[in-house]
């Protein structure tokens, strides 16, 4: 099975950029990977996702402009870029993987979950 684990979360300011950042482990990085973001009381919500050869990649409209996913599957890393942040991002950002082909923005699409990192943007 895959193993993920999250970093890079804290506390910034409005307009401060981050780089988080997933380590996976226990197979070989060749499925889909994916961001989402759970703030208090909301649901899980889709941000990014890109496909094992880095030739497609796609973000939520509600970031697409700002924040951008990437992988290095040499060192099974993904990364999701996160630039202007606003009090509105302020969210607990989990990484995923996907078994299945093709890029996906659902939860029930993702496989593997990693544990998370908070991200808290203050105005």
């Known amino acids: 099975q895959v193993q993920l684990v999250e970093s890079g979360g804290g506390l910034v300011q409005a307009g401060d950029s981050l780089r988080l950042s997933c380590a996976a482990s226990?197979?070989?990085?060749?499925?889909?990977m994916g961001w989402f973001r759970q703030g208090p009381g909301q649901e899980r919500e889709f941000v990014g996702a890109?496909?094992?050869?880095?030739?497609?990649?796609y973000a939520a409209d509600s970031v697409k402009d700002r924040f951008t996913i990437s992988r290095d599957n040499a060192k099974n890393m993904v990364y999701l870029q996160m630039n202007n942040l606003k009090p509105e991002d302020t969210a607990a950002y989990y990484c995923?993987?996907?078994?299945?082909?093709?890029?996906?923005?659902?939860?029930?699409?993702?496989?593997?979950w990693g544990p998370g990192t908070q991200v808290t943007v203050s105005s």
């Open positions: 995923a993987a996907r078994v299945g082909s093709g890029l996906a923005n659902g939860y029930s699409d993702y496989d593997y």
């Open positions: 226990g197979r070989t990085f060749t499925y889909t």
């Open positions: 890109i496909n094992w050869g880095n030739s497609r990649r």
